[in-house]
């Protein structure tokens, strides 16, 4: 750990650095102009400045490009639609709830902004629902193995060619590890690094993205899987408590399998560069840490308390994230009045707004936490994002439902199914989960991509070529 701390202190260290030498350029300028200085003075701090930003990359630390090869989105069996008449008439019948119960989900499902063709796991559709090992590890083998063998086939890679494995899944952490199934079921190498991420919530998919890149930056010449998914049937929850309810109606099946490589771009012609990685986190916050907590109700049902305040606490912690995020992205001239407002905010005007700053400047696209309709309208309007902006969130949460750490890349599939995706492009996807933890990941896209369409239900659904949607079936 302690070198990516430090790495982390020299990054921060490097943009104070930068804004330092900014404020004194400026206030430089300032002398300069008010005592009336011959242009001499303004030529000699300007190219002061300028060469100081030309030779900064140059003076740090140089690292290793990591590459987005391609990934795969799972679209669940047909069997497992989950329509509201069924997911409720099933739920009336399960000894554990009463009405009150009942009449609280369908209020949940109607105000979800899900459709009626989303999916739950065969365990969750028997009466009472199988809450057995023996179902949590077939549920296993439903999400990871369609998705992996359908990255390895269009990338034309072995098994064996997979130098690091991370699985992320936050409600199931079985012996052997999931990363050890994936491992035992591919016959993968002996020398393989393997990682398994549980109890990180939904950001989880994006914290698997980053614990990569790390390790492709000291492991040169190498292919890294990243899984994501959500065992659900671990999840459920058969009681009374209606902040513990929430998750019924809300998570829906989804995994998704994404390969990294750092090796020269042109050997599988990946489609994008990661171009900036950032995490925070509020665990050390109390009322932020209980904020999402997985803990038995008064007759000893296991569930997650969702709490009320979570929307202001996650809105606190991606603000922290979108701060240090927009000082290392954004144009100067948008850093430069974000600071403005800040400053007349805090000596001025107390009831003056604060400025934020407009990230469309820089990014093209936005894969936001597909949560709930709530969830994607306060960050857009937080963001100050249109509906264009908001619409790849809101269409995945519509058709698939939230799919926890995985919807990320559902998002991003739709936007190349639209063929909205450009070479030069750049896109954020932004992962939030409990903890509380924000992670943010830019990708640009290094290559053309053409995307065509798929059978939809009652909205149009499209993805990429290179993206198919695998399992499906036939009513």
Same mark, same amino acid.
């Given at each position: 750990?302690?070198?990516?701390?430090?790495?982390?202190?020299?990054?921060?260290?490097?943009?104070?650095?930068?804004?330092?030498?900014?404020?004194?350029?400026?206030?430089?300028?300032?002398?300069?102009?008010?005592?009336?200085?011959?242009?001499?003075?303004?030529?000699?701090?300007?190219?002061?400045?300028?060469?100081?930003?030309?030779?900064? #990359?140059?003076?740090?630390?140089?690292?290793?490009?990591?590459?987005?090869?391609?990934?795969?989105?799972?679209?669940?069996?047909?069997?497992?639609?989950? $329509?509201?008449?069924?997911?409720?008439?099933?739920?009336?019948?399960?000894?554990?709830?009463?009405?009150?119960?009942?009449?609280?989900?369908?209020?949940? =499902?109607?105000?979800?902004?899900?459709?009626?063709?989303?999916?739950?796991?065969?365990?969750?559709?028997?009466?009472?629902?199988?809450?057995?090992?023996?179902?949590?590890? !077939?549920?296993?083998?439903?999400? =990871?193995?369609?998705?992996?063998?359908?990255?390895?086939?269009?990338?034309?890679?072995?098994?064996?060619?997979?130098?690091?494995?991370?699985?992320?899944?936050?409600?199931?952490?079985?012996?052997?590890?999931?990363?050890?199934?994936?491992?035992?079921?591919?016959?993968?190498?002996?020398?393989?690094?393997?990682?398994?991420?549980?109890?990180?919530?939904?950001?989880?998919?994006?914290?698997?993205?980053?614990?990569?890149?790390?390790?492709?930056?000291?492991?040169?010449?190498?292919?890294?899987?990243?899984? %994501?998914?959500?065992?659900? %049937?671990?999840?459920?929850?058969?009681?009374?408590?209606?902040?513990?309810?929430?998750?019924?109606?809300?998570?829906?099946?989804?995994?998704?399998?994404?390969?990294?490589?750092? !090796?020269?771009?042109?050997?599988?012609? #990946?489609?994008?560069?990661?171009?900036?990685?950032?995490?925070?986190?509020?665990?050390?916050?109390?009322?932020?840490?209980? %904020?999402?907590?997985?803990?038995?109700?008064?007759?000893?049902? =296991?569930?997650?308390?969702? !709490?009320?305040?979570?929307?202001?606490?996650?809105?606190?912690?991606?603000?922290?994230?979108?701060?240090?995020?927009?000082?290392?992205?954004?144009?100067?001239?948008?850093?430069?009045?974000?600071?403005?407002?800040?400053?007349? !905010?805090?000596?001025?005007?107390?009831?003056? &707004?604060?400025?934020?700053?407009?990230?469309?400047?820089?990014?093209?696209?936005?894969?936001?936490?597909?949560?709930?309709? $709530?969830?994607?309208?306060?960050?857009?309007?937080?963001?100050?994002?249109?509906?264009?902006?908001? &619409?790849?969130?809101?269409?995945?949460?519509?058709?698939?439902?939230?799919?926890?750490?995985?919807?990320?890349?559902?998002?991003?599939?739709?936007? &190349?199914?639209?063929?909205?995706?450009?070479?030069?492009?750049?896109?954020?996807?932004?992962?939030?989960?409990?903890?509380?933890?924000?992670?943010?990941?830019?990708?640009?896209?290094?290559?053309?991509?053409?995307?065509?369409?798929?059978? %939809?239900?009652?909205?149009?659904?499209?993805?990429?070529?290179?993206?198919?949607?695998?399992?499906?079936?036939?009513?």
């Amino acid at each position: 750990m302690a070198p990516l701390v430090s790495k982390q202190i020299v990054s921060t260290l490097s943009q104070c650095l930068g804004l330092l030498v900014l404020i004194l350029v400026t206030s430089l300028e300032a002398l300069f102009l008010l005592q009336k200085r011959p242009p001499i003075f303004h030529f000699i701090s300007l190219s002061c400045f300028t060469i100081f930003f030309i030779l900064k #990359p140059y003076l740090s630390k140089k690292t290793h490009k990591i590459y987005l090869v391609d990934f795969s989105c799972l679209k669940p069996p047909s069997h497992c639609k989950v $329509p509201f008449s069924k997911f409720l008439k099933n739920s009336s019948m399960i000894e554990g709830f009463d009405s009150e119960s009942v009449a609280f989900m369908a209020n949940i =499902l109607a105000s979800s902004g899900q459709s009626q063709e989303t999916y739950l796991p065969p365990a969750l559709h028997h009466i009472p629902p199988k809450t057995h090992h023996h179902e949590y590890i !077939k549920e296993v083998h439903m999400v =990871l193995f369609p998705v992996m063998d359908d990255l390895l086939a269009k990338t034309k890679l072995s098994p064996q060619d997979i130098d690091i494995l991370i699985v992320n899944c936050s409600g199931f952490n079985p012996t052997p590890s999931l990363t050890s199934i994936v491992i035992n079921h591919y016959s993968m190498k002996s020398d393989i690094k393997s990682f398994n991420l549980s109890g990180m919530g939904c950001s989880a998919g994006a914290l698997g993205i980053d614990l990569a890149q790390n390790l492709l930056q000291i492991q040169k010449n190498s292919y890294a899987v990243v899984l %994501s998914t959500e065992i659900l %049937s671990t999840g459920w929850y058969a009681g009374h408590e209606k902040p513990k309810l929430i998750l019924n109606c809300l998570f829906r099946m989804g995994s998704a399998a994404i390969l990294l490589t750092n !090796k020269n771009q042109t050997s599988k012609h #990946p489609k994008y560069e990661l171009f900036k990685t950032l995490r925070t986190n509020k665990s050390y916050d109390d009322r932020a840490y209980l %904020s999402t907590i997985r803990e038995e109700d008064s007759e000893g049902k =296991l569930g997650v308390t969702i !709490k009320r305040d979570l929307l202001q606490v996650a809105g606190e912690t991606l603000r922290a994230n979108v701060t240090v995020l927009g000082s290392s992205i954004l144009p100067l001239s948008e850093k430069f009045w974000h600071g403005v407002s800040i400053i007349r !905010k805090r000596f001025l005007n107390k009831s003056a &707004e604060i400025y934020v700053p407009n990230f469309k400047s820089v990014i093209e696209h936005f894969c936001l936490p597909a949560s709930g309709r $709530p969830v994607i309208r306060e960050i857009g309007k937080g963001l100050k994002l249109g509906d264009r902006e908001m &619409e790849a969130a809101v269409m995945t949460l519509h058709r698939f439902g939230n799919q926890s750490s995985s919807a990320l890349w559902y998002e991003l599939a739709y936007l &190349e199914g639209k063929e909205r995706v450009k070479k030069g492009d750049k896109v954020w996807q932004l992962g939030m989960g409990t903890g509380p933890k924000c992670t943010s990941l830019v990708w640009k896209c290094i290559r053309p991509i053409e995307g065509i369409s798929l059978r %939809s239900m009652d909205i149009t659904y499209t993805t990429s070529s290179l993206v198919n949607f695998v399992w499906e079936q036939k009513n």
